[in-house]
């Protein structure tokens, strides 16, 4: 109404369209995204340089509605709680685009601003350099594929057998079915996770305090 | 060579070719997978009644090729350490395939069977009914989530400014860039979770012991 046909393009709503179309369908294509934008794939071309600065725009995009990035002030486990919880639901918004994302290298500086602060919150709370990458990979792992399953429906073991399947039933009898599934899971794990990171540091300062004796 | 150009279908075959499409495109339509298997639409309708069964036999091969059945008599960190192994293997075989399969409601006889041996693993440990579900849940999200990482390229934060990013320079130069990365990462993040299950394990038997006194 009133807008008009073509609009103009700029990096963002490449980035917007880009993540929309992956997200739908899975994929990227330059000539699908040209289509979904209403340009020739020409037009595209005076904007980004090829697909992975389209990659790097979904991302933008994705990073920049999110605001993912950690608070420097609290203990490290909330911080760390709550930047996963954030990272968790901007990609639940575009289940779709997460294995496109999950597996493109991080070749911009924002998200290096990003994993900058990760990377320090975990060192103040005297992580060992050689744990903080991987620390922080198995937690984006974890929200990676928390994302999935906070889209995926709350019923997810139907018609399980009570003969065949007595402890499962049991299980999932005792569990409410409700949108609230993959939250819980989500928390459980979350919790999990950080407990194990802590009982990592807690062993590392009981060896550095051996060591001292 | 020598081979029929339309082999017959069976349910095996059609679960196997629904796989790789999915893979390769991230989604799943019909009219493409009767076309990757050379037969019309109609023919696919005789051995299976839709797109659910077809998901089903897309687990199905993914399932009984990686024989995903936990192991009952050791010690339950190695059972459930080793089943999320051979889980993620498979599904890193599929990546794309990962979000389709990530959201599809599990209604399969087999896959309940893999979910009671998970279950009765996480009972026998000692864990209460409410926790078994979203500890599986966990487990399996961070499963998913490493086996998109695990076909990441090794090198996924590349160009990292040593000025403007200090501490992160300082973690990567730490860490190999090698075929390893993910690799280390999901042992070490299956080791956090895992510790945070036992965590969790202990403190119930502390209450318990609490309560009985």
Do not use: C
Not at 30 to 48: D, E, F, N, Q
Not at 154 to 166: F, H, I, K, N
């Amino acid at each position: 109404m009133g807008r008009p046909r073509t609009p103009l393009l700029d990096r963002r709503r490449i980035g917007a369209a880009a993540l929309k179309l992956a997200d739908e369908q899975g994929t990227l294509s330059i000539p699908a995204l040209a289509r979904s934008l209403g340009v020739a794939p020409s037009a595209l071309y005076h904007h980004v340089s090829g697909r992975d600065e389209i990659i790097a725009l979904m991302r933008e995009e994705l990073t920049l509605t999110a605001g993912l990035r950690p608070a420097r002030s609290r203990p490290w486990e909330q911080a760390l709680a709550d930047w996963a919880r954030s990272y968790r639901d901007a990609f639940a918004a575009h289940p779709g685009a997460v294995p496109l994302l999950a597996v493109a290298p991080l070749a911009e500086p924002f998200m290096h601003a990003m994993y900058e602060h990760v990377a320090g919150l975990l060192l103040d709370a005297g992580f060992v350099e050689t744990h903080v990458r991987p620390a922080i990979t198995a937690l984006e792992s974890f929200i990676l594929g928390s994302a999935l399953d906070l889209v995926a429906p709350s019923v997810m073991l139907p018609g399980v057998d009570r003969e065949t399947a007595p402890r499962l039933s049991a299980v999932l009898e005792r569990v409410p079915v409700d949108h609230d599934r993959a939250e819980r899971a989500f928390e459980f794990g979350l919790n999990a996770l950080l407990t194990g990171f802590r009982a990592l540091l807690d062993d590392q300062s009981a060896d550095g305090a051996r060591g001292a004796e």
